[in-house]
T-cell receptor, first 116, second 115 residues
């Protein structure tokens, strides 16, 4: 079965420093990987996705993610963090067509806290 | 273009009461989904509808029913609410299930408390 793990419940970083939010996955076949962000009392917003192609994927708000097949990882990165980046981040993998359609399987989420 | 809308935003129920959560999308998407979000557990799929006229169970379907009313609307019904169903419920939609361009878009959520 497909699964996603986010090993850190919380990541703390100072404004202006680079940030990384970690994600590892377990899939059968080629992975379809996603990152979403959730601000307090809001729905999930799509940040970026990896389907095929370049291992470095660029997304919204200056975020990027690096796909590493040998390490089965899809870490979210940003070169310079902003206080406004503070939010809950979810990594997700798309289910196989015969497993809940094309629904997403989510990690438990990582809270990013950026201090000024 | 409102995207995915959900009603109500908040609801408090007593154990045993019933209610229906409404979801609508205006993006002409084929697939729609219901998830629940619980602290420390991420989002879990309750039911999904790959296309108009079809619905299927997800990871946690017990205690819920769904109706894909038409292409735009997908409702979630709690027949007899239980405290374990206290959660935040999100509806999502996507254009083309299985396609490389497929991305899910989420509504703002419904916060449900069952006393």
């Amino acid at each position: 079965a497909q699964s996603v793990a986010q090993p850190e419940d919380q990541v703390n970083v100072a404004e202006g420093n680079p940030l990384t939010v970690k994600c590892t996955y377990s899939v059968s076949g080629n992975p379809y990987l996603f990152w979403y962000v959730q601000y307090p009392n809001r729905g999930l917003q799509f940040l970026l996705k990896y389907i095929t192609g370049d291992n470095l994927v660029k997304g919204s708000y200056g975020f990027e993610a690096e796909f590493n097949k040998s390490q089965t990882s899809f870490h979210l990165k940003k070169p310079s963090a902003l206080v406004s980046d503070s939010a809950l981040y979810f990594c997700a993998v798309r289910a196989l067509p015969n497993q809940a359609g094309t629904a997403l399987i989510f990690g438990k989420g990582t809270t990013l806290s950026v201090s000024s | 273009n409102a995207g995915v809308t959900q009603t109500p935003k908040f609801q408090v129920l007593k154990t045993g009461q019933s209610m229906t959560l409404q979801c609508a999308q205006d993006m002409n998407h084929n697939s729609m989904y219901w998830y629940r979000q619980d602290p420390g557990m991420g989002l879990r799929l309750i039911y999904y509808s790959a296309s108009e006229g079809t619905t299927d169970k997800g990871e946690v379907p017990n205690g819920y029913n769904v109706s894909r009313l038409n292409k735009r609307e997908f409702s979630l019904r709690l027949e007899s609410a239980a405290p374990s169903q206290t959660s935040v419920y999100f509806c999502a939609s996507s254009e083309s299930p299985g396609g490389d361009s497929d991305t899910q878009y989420f509504g703002p959520g419904t916060r449900l408390t069952v006393l």
